[in-house]
């Protein structure tokens, strides 16, 4: 019923830029939290950062004044703008969305499939 999509990563050097993307679709009424995390090999699932339907925002402490998030509530997309990239950063990047669905009384958390940003040095 409910989908999210990320596009734009891939292969980019140190100190390089990517911007992601994250679209969900289907049977929503409405999106309240989005967020991006990454998950590199061996290591845990952790919070890059999230944003509220108000613009306010957490970023985890390695990314910030690197990374900036946003998001377009009219297209129901949120943004990952990834500036000085180094190679730690390299990792699946996974979008979630808390998300209420029409005819339904309960929000939950959805994931997209993930994107990987490969940093290389």
């Known amino acids: 019923q409910v989908q999210l999509v990320e596009s734009g990563g891939g292969l980019v050097q140190t100190g390089g830029s990517l911007r992601l993307s994250c679209a969900a679709s289907g049977n929503i009424y409405s999106i309240n939290r989005m967020g991006w995390y990454r998950q590199a090999p061996g290591k845990q699932r952790e919070l890059v950062a999230s944003i509220t339907p108000g613009g306010s925002i957490n970023y985890a402490d390695s990314v910030k004044g690197r990374f900036t998030i946003s998001r377009d509530n009219a297209k129901k997309t949120v943004y990952l703008q990834m500036n000085s990239l180094k190679p730690e950063d390299t990792a699946v990047y996974s979008c979630?969305?808390?998300?209420?669905?029409?005819?339904?009384?309960?929000?939950?958390?959805?994931w997209g499939k993930g994107t990987l940003v490969t940093v290389s040095s």
């Open positions: 979630n969305a808390d998300i209420l669905q029409y005819g339904d009384s309960r929000w939950m958390d959805y």
